[in-house]
């Protein structure tokens, strides 16, 4: 404090037209300063013990760290069996908890910014909130059904007006909210709106875009959905149990329970679970087909014919390997290559978007995003590792997967005009027919 006395003894007196200027921004809102100490001294209720009354009766006699030991391990198995009850129930009970999951991430964010920057009295705010949210979860969903669904866009008449049109209506909705918030705002409210404007379209792109790119990820087949976040999961429990018992050296100065034990011991036993749960699955074709869209039935199908990459093919081990474990090939699965990948980047990378949330209640003062799940916080709490998984599997499905799509290629070419149709099938059967792929005489016919 004396530090600071004698700075400002020293500073000279700012002239009129900047105090004039500063008794504006005064009357507008709060300063920076202002703002930065209100949300350094802001903190939200602590959170009050939910743990089931059962559990606290059963573990009153263990200590607190083995008593949170036992309610996390409880809950953890009971949200396991809940996962393998929704992926038993089919891809489309998938994408509607995908869709509660999102919708639930984006209260709890929301709701932090509302409590930590006191703004429970903004005008309009949290209609306007929810409103981008359905905004943006209408457009990205729109595109998602065009892609998809196309034969069922086609043969309705609303739903295909709605389609050709669906990137104005989206701009029109959002500009209509743009607007709308525009003309909710006060004078003593300036700053504190624009806060929160940010912070609303922060966590869209956050919690929506991600879910997106999960069911994008499902679409591909569930296996792209389930190892991803299955990996995700081994390595968070695993990380927690090699750190629980043998922990000793602090990782991350943003998560000081976390321990560089349970960093390592998690990523070696990630890989081993990534590669056994992918040599189970790429043996079903439930799993490892694209789901589909069935017109006839007006259902969801899993069945195809697999990939190369869901077949078992032989690899050569490596000399140094072959004297070690006695064998010189290995019959696996491609994808098991793959799911490699996969469970390096949940074990190395995915950590953290673990850390980035810890930062993040770190400079608000909170311990969890919520009190959802006893034990272990809020959903955001345990999906704040699976949005950063879910771009990668995405980023790697584009950049090592997937090719061109036909049928999309094919809906594009019924949207062009005949005498585009007719362009298009003259120059492709004439570059079929250099190749020697279509011959004269199937051509005469």
Same mark, same amino acid.
């Not at 202002?34 to 059963?58: F, G, H, I, M, Y």
């Not at 960093?263 to 040599?279: K, Q």
């Not at 980035?356 to 400079?363: E, L, P, T, V």
């Given at each position: 404090m004396t530090e600071l006395r004698q700075r400002v003894a020293r500073e000279p007196e700012a002239p009129p037209e900047d105090k004039e200027s500063e008794s504006e921004a005064k009357a507008d809102g709060e300063?920076?300063?202002?703002?930065?100490?209100?949300?350094?001294?802001?903190?939200?209720?602590?959170?009050?013990?939910?743990?089931?009354?059962?559990?606290?009766?059963?573990?009153?006699?263990?200590?607190?760290?083995?008593?949170?030991?036992?309610?996390r391990g409880i809950l953890t198995l009971a949200m396991i069996a809940f996962f393998f009850i929704i992926i038993y129930l089919g891809p489309m009970v998938l994408m509607m908890i995908v869709m509660c999951v999102q919708i639930k991430c984006f209260h709890e964010i929301i709701t932090i910014g509302y409590n930590v920057y006191h703004s429970y009295d903004l005008p309009w705010f949290r209609t306007l909130s929810w409103y981008f949210l359905l905004c943006v979860n209408y457009f990205f969903y729109g595109e998602t059904v065009t892609d998809y669904f196309f034969t069922l866009v086609q043969r309705e008449e609303p739903l295909r007006i709605l389609s050709k049109y669906h990137r104005f209506i989206s701009f029109t909705l959002y500009l209509t909210g743009f607007c709308m918030f525009v003309l909710s705002l006060v004078k003593k409210h300036y700053r504190l709106q624009f806060y929160m404007f940010g912070w609303t379209h922060v966590t869209l792109l956050i919690v929506v875009t991600q879910s997106h790119l999960?069911?994008?990820?499902?679409?591909?087949?569930?296996?792209?959905?389930?190892?991803?976040?299955?990996?995700?999961?081994?390595?968070?429990?695993?990380?927690?149990?090699f750190g629980f018992f043998f922990g000793r050296t602090p990782l991350i100065k943003l998560s000081?329970?976390?321990?560089?034990?349970?960093?390592?011991?998690?990523?070696?036993?990630?890989?081993?679970?990534?590669?056994?749960?992918?040599?189970?699955?790429?043996?079903?074709?439930?799993?490892?087909?694209?789901?589909?869209?069935?017109?006839?039935?007006?259902?969801?199908?899993?069945?195809?014919? $697999? =990939?190369? !990459?869901f077949r078992l093919q032989e690899y050569n081990i490596p000399g140094m390997i072959?004297? %070690?474990?006695?064998?010189k090939t290995v019959r696996m699965y491609p994808f098991q290559i793959h799911s490699i990948a996969l469970s390096t980047f949940a074990s190395l990378i995915g950590p953290f978007g673990g850390f980035?949330?810890?930062?993040?209640?770190?400079?608000f003062k909170i311990k969890d995003f919520a009190n959802t799940i006893p034990g272990h916080g809020g959903i955001m709490d345990r999906f704040d590792c699976q949005y950063l998984m879910a771009t990668f599997v995405n980023v790697y499905i584009a950049s090592f997967i997937r090719?061109?799509? $036909? =049928?999309? !290629?094919?809906?594009?070419?019924?949207?062009?005009?005949?005498?585009?149709?007719?362009? %298009?099938?003259?120059?492709?059967?004439?570059?079929?027919?250099?190749?020697?792929?279509?011959?004269?005489?199937t051509e005469d016919k």
């Open positions: 300063t920076a300063s202002d703002s930065e100490s209100r949300v350094e001294a802001a903190t939200l209720p602590p959170s009050a013990d939910d743990t089931p009354e059962v559990l606290n009766r059963a573990l009153s006699n263990l200590s607190s760290r083995w008593k949170n030991w036992w309610v999960v069911i994008h990820n499902l679409f591909e087949g569930m296996i792209w959905f389930i190892v991803p976040i299955s990996c995700v999961i081994c390595n968070d429990i695993m990380a927690y149990m000081p329970k976390k321990t560089w034990e349970g960093f390592i011991g998690g990523f070696f036993a990630t890989v081993v679970f990534g590669l056994l749960l992918s040599y189970v699955m790429s043996g079903y074709r439930c799993f490892v087909c694209p789901v589909e869209y069935n017109n006839d039935t007006n259902s969801f199908t899993v069945d195809c014919e $697999p =990939s190369g !990459l072959q004297s %070690i474990i006695g064998w980035f949330a810890s930062g993040f209640k770190r400079a090719g061109p799509n $036909p =049928s999309k !290629l094919v809906q594009q070419f019924l949207t062009l005009r005949p005498d585009q149709q007719l362009h %298009i099938f003259n120059t492709l059967k004439s570059h079929l027919t250099d190749k020697g792929m279509l011959t004269a005489a």
